[in-house]
C-alpha cells in the first residue's frame, strides 16, 4: 500500500501583505509592503528606510537612514512608531578630515509627552579645537537639545532632529566659539515610551536645513 503524501503548507500564502506607514512626524507616507503572520501581534519590527525614500527631493538624503517599528496592523496598513535615524557610514567617514576636531555629544532627553530618546550631537571644526572650546560646544549643544525636548511632543522633536532643525540653532550659537565645519545630529534612538493611546500630530515638513 503507497504510503501517503503529506500536503506541504505553502506558508507564503498563509502570511497577509501590509503597508507600512511611517509615523505621523514623517507624513503617514508608505515606505514598505511587507508580509506578517499574525496581524494582530506585529509590534516589534523595525522597518529601515532613507529619508530620501520619503521625501522624494535631495540625493544627499540618502545619507539619513530612518527607522520605524510596527505600532499597530489595521485593515492592510501598519502603523509605526519612529525608533530613530543615523548617518550612513559613508556620509559619517565623509565629514571627518585630517587637521579637524570633532565634539561629541550623546545624552537622554524627557519629550514634552513624555517620551525618553537618545540624541547624539557632533560638531566638526576648521581647525583643531582645544578641551575648552569642546566643552563649551557641548554645554550649548545640551542646552538647546534640553529645550527643545521640554517644549515638544516625540513627532515634533524628531522631525526637528532628522531634518536637522536642532543642529541649525546648535551651530548658530557655537559658531560664535570657533570656526565650524558641520554641526549635526548624527543619531537618534527611542528609548521609552510612554502608556499612551494617541500623540498630537506633528507640524508640516520642514526643508533641511543647510
Not at 494582530?40 to 537612514?65: M, N
Not at 582645544?130 to 522633536?157: C, P
Request: a positive charge; hydrophobic letters at 35%; proline letters at 5%.
Amino acid at each position: 500500500m503507497p504510503k501517503k503524501v503529506a500536503k506541504v503548507r505553502d506558508k507564503w500564502k498563509l502570511k497577509s501583505w501590509v503597508t507600512v506607514t511611517a509615523s505621523p512626524s514623517f507624513g503617514n507616507a508608505p515606505i514598505a509592503r511587507v508580509p506578517l503572520t499574525d496581524v494582530e501581534k506585529p509590534s516589534g519590527r523595525v522597518v529601515e528606510t532613507t529619508l530620501y525614500d520619503i521625501l522624494k527631493q535631495d540625493p544627499q538624503h540618502y545619507s539619513f537612514k530612518l527607522y520605524f517599528q510596527i505600532d499597530k496592523v489595521e485593515g492592510e496598513n501598519a502603523a509605526t512608531v519612529f525608533k530613530g535615524h543615523e548617518y550612513s557610514r559613508e556620509f559619517l567617514r565623509s565629514l571627518i578630515r585630517r587637521g579637524s576636531s570633532m565634539s561629541d555629544f550623546i545624552k537622554d532627553y524627557t519629550t514634552k509627552d513624555g517620551y525618553v530618546v537618545r540624541v547624539y550631537c557632533t560638531a566638526l571644526s576648521q581647525g583643531k579645537m582645544n578641551s575648552s572650546k569642546k566643552h563649551d560646544l557641548r554645554v550649548i549643544m545640551d542646552r538647546v537639545i534640553a529645550e527643545r525636548a521640554a517644549n515638544l511632543t516625540y513627532d515634533q522633536l524628531a522631525q526637528e532632529l532628522v531634518l536637522q532643525k536642532v543642529a541649525s540653532d546648535v551651530y548658530n550659537e557655537a559658531k560664535r566659539i570657533t570656526h565650524l565645519r558641520h554641526v549635526g545630529v548624527r543619531k537618534s534612538k527611542l528609548i521609552s515610551r510612554p502608556d499612551q493611546k494617541q500623540t498630537p500630530q506633528a507640524p508640516p515638513l520642514a526643508p533641511l536645513a543647510a
